[in-house]
């Protein structure tokens, strides 16, 4: 009877244990579901599943969802056999792929807590090896249970998630993120976030240096700070090297850069002083209507307050510095489709900076806001 009520016990510990994971993971993923289409797009192209990207939206989509739904319905015992069922098979896969993902085909991040939490492919392998033997706890728990029987409250509960899950996942997509996890966050100066990033990056490095003893001619390993290899007598220099101190896995904001014609405009674009509007195109051949409106909005009364219009996008600009529309020039910058698609989770939309620190976000499906009220912001 005792070991009976432990393991009751321990199964009650491991379905919450279970539950709460899943729920923060398909939170942090379901408020960003761009973030997870990019990298389920970068697992399709690793594994040579290219044909398959079209479906790779909706997709991320429905597994956010379905993460964010399965820890809610274990949490509160909702069909707990049935889903029980699909914890063990999920762990199962996801223990699988994070294995290949650490040691056939690495990445360097596998997105499991999406942009809230970095974690390295080791690390996310050895967390799935703890949480799979808690998912095969649950489901021995509660294998006795009937799969398909449940009750009206279930069906309720069942509903309300899936809806809640899917709801939330459509929203973001469709909108932005309603929490930001990434770097370049309103209230974020981009060009001072950049200094900090690098001097950051500077200071994890250490400088080694590899000199060869004249007399045993075995190898020894030097600091910068040591003097012993300044003995020109002893010591014969062999290499230099650099060894970072952290292996960390991080969104960086030192990697953005926009260029043009002219060749790196980073400085430029992010030192402009007053009101700038990015505006940020992926496709320039297929811009929907109403970014169109919004981009000759914004330039008919840009130029009579001596704000400024950068078109930003990953497309070719054929040697385009500017264009000009309602008397307004449009200034024109390439940047690297990972770097927009981290600034905004959208294929158009636009991001305001203020003196450099970014003011507003805004996706161009959904903008409602007109540009008198962007211009009072």
């Known amino acids: 009877m005792r070991t009976k009520r432990a393991f009751k016990n321990l199964s009650h510990v491991c379905r919450v244990i279970l539950a709460l994971t899943f729920i923060f993971s398909g939170v942090v993923k379901t408020v960003d579901p761009w973030g997870t289409a990019l990298k389920v797009s970068e697992y399709l192209t690793i594994y040579g599943w290219d044909s398959l990207q079209e479906y790779v ?6 597994l956010c969802g379905a993460e964010l739904m399965m820890g809610l319905m274990l949490l509160f015992k909702v069909r707990i056999r049935l889903i029980s069922i699909f914890a063990v098979c999920s762990m199962i896969i996801f223990t699988v792929i994070t294995l290949l993902s650490a040691t056939v085909l690495p990445v360097e991040d596998c997105g499991c807590f999406g942009e809230a939490m970095k974690l390295t492919p080791w690390q996310t392998f050895l967390k799935n090896l703890v949480l799979l033997p808690l998912a095969v706890v649950v489901w021995w728990r509660y294998r006795p249970d009937r799969i398909f029987s449940f009750s009206k409250a279930e069906v309720f509960c069942t509903v309300l998630f899936f809806s809640l899950a899917m709801g939330l996942g459509t929203y973001c997509y469709y909108h932005l993120p309603v929490i930001d996890f990434l ?47 300044q003995d020109e007598t002893q010591w014969e220099w062999v290499e230099t090297r650099t060894e970072s101190e952290k292996n960390v896995v991080r969104a960086m904001i030192s990697e953005f850069a926009v260029h043009n014609a002219d060749g790196d405009a980073t400085e430029q674009l992010l030192t402009f002083p007053g009101r700038q509007y990015l505006f940020c195109v992926t496709d320039m051949d297929h811009i929907p209507p109403m970014c169109e409106n919004i981009l000759y909005d914004l330039a008919d009364n840009a130029g009579m307050l001596g704000q400024r219009i950068a078109l930003l996008t990953p497309d070719p600009l054929y040697d385009r510095t500017h264009f000009w529309i309602a008397g307004t020039k449009v200034y024109c910058y390439n940047i690297d489709a990972s770097t927009m698609k981290t600034m905004l989770r959208a294929e158009n939309g636009v991001v305001v900076l203020d003196d450099g620190v970014i003011t507003g976000k805004y996706n161009c499906m959904t903008m409602r806001l007109s540009v008198s009220h962007l211009e009072n912001q």
Request: overall charge negative; proline content about 4%; glycine content about 4%.
């Open 57 to 62: 939206m909706p997709f991320s989509i429905w």
């Open 183 to 229: 770097p370049y966050k309103v209230g974020t100066n981009i060009y001072e976030e950049m200094q900090r990033e690098q001097t950051a990056q500077d200071e994890e490095v250490e400088t080694v240096l590899v000199y060869r003893n004249l007399k045993s001619g075995k190898l020894k390993e030097f600091t910068l700070e040591e003097n012993e290899w």
